[in-house]
């Protein structure tokens, strides 16, 4: 199995600041077919997770687009531009390049 | 709007069963793959199932193999989860997602129901 591993874990940061979070992958992620199937996923307490970026830098149905994807290989980004309430919660990366998907532990961010 | 309810959650002692449903709207269901996915409370999230669109291919994680059964009603736009065995390590919540359509992964989360093995 894939080891997903993100840094940090934890990410206090400030309304309208930027934020970063790394994902790491114990293997390479390329497919087969070319495409990277790396994704990320934002779990808000009480609400369903969901889906915000897949293959490494594609923002999903109706996410803004101060959230955006970067990386190759194995290791991997994800950026908010500008921090805002909304965006609390548990970010996840998930690979599905590789049976069995895997998911990185998660990193909290919350609002200082 | 695509919607994913899950219903089947509960207490059971360890050795039991569990069925989970999931009542699946708002788009094709017979097109897509369906997943489910948990999360022990306080941990991360794991992969534990899926099958195909037509349901006749399921694939498993390790740890639930030979005692978890997936199936899916395109009729009635339903996916099941059949626990069987179950052990204390099953306690998690279970989110019924469903795969995605043109690349490889996993879109719409439904809400989850909370499996609790415990004596």
């Known amino acids: 199995e894939i080891v997903m591993t993100q840094t940090p874990l934890s990410s206090p940061v400030t309304l309208g600041q930027p934020a970063s979070i790394s994902c790491r992958s114990s293997?390479?992620?390329?497919?087969?077919?070319?495409?990277?199937?790396l994704s990320w996923i934002h779990h808000r307490p009480g609400q369903p997770p969901r889906l915000l970026i897949y293959?490494?830098?594609t923002r999903f149905s109706g996410v803004p687009d101060r959230f955006s994807g970067s990386g190759a290989g194995t290791d991997f980004t994800l950026k908010i531009s500008r921090v805002e309430a909304e965006d609390v919660g548990v970010y996840y990366c998930?690979?599905?390049?590789?049976?069995?998907?895997?998911f990185g532990q998660g990193t909290k961010l919350e609002i200082k | 709007e695509v919607q994913l309810v899950e219903s089947g959650g509960g207490l059971v002692q360890p050795g039991g069963s569990l069925r989970l449903s999931c009542a699946a709207s708002?788009?094709?269901?017979?097109?897509?793959?369906m997943h489910w996915v948990r999360q022990v409370p306080g941990k991360g999230l794991g992969w534990v199932s899926r099958?195909?669109?037509?349901?006749?291919?399921?694939t498993y994680a390790d740890s639930v193999k030979g005692r978890f059964t997936i199936s899916r009603d395109n009729s009635k736009n339903m996916l099941y989860l059949q626990m069987d065995s179950l052990r204390a390590e099953d306690t998690a919540i279970y989110y019924c997602?469903?795969?995605?359509?043109?690349?490889?992964?996993?879109?719409?989360w439904g809400q989850g129901t909370l499996v609790t093995v415990s004596s």
């Open positions: 293959k490494i830098s």
């Open positions: 708002g788009f094709t269901f017979r097109s897509y793959w």
């Open positions: 998930m690979q599905t390049t590789q049976f069995p998907d895997s």
């Open positions: 099958v195909n669109s037509y349901g006749n291919s399921t």
């Open positions: 997602v469903r795969g995605s359509s043109g690349w490889y992964g996993v879109d719409y």
């Open positions: 293997q390479s992620l390329v497919h087969r077919d070319g495409n990277t199937y």
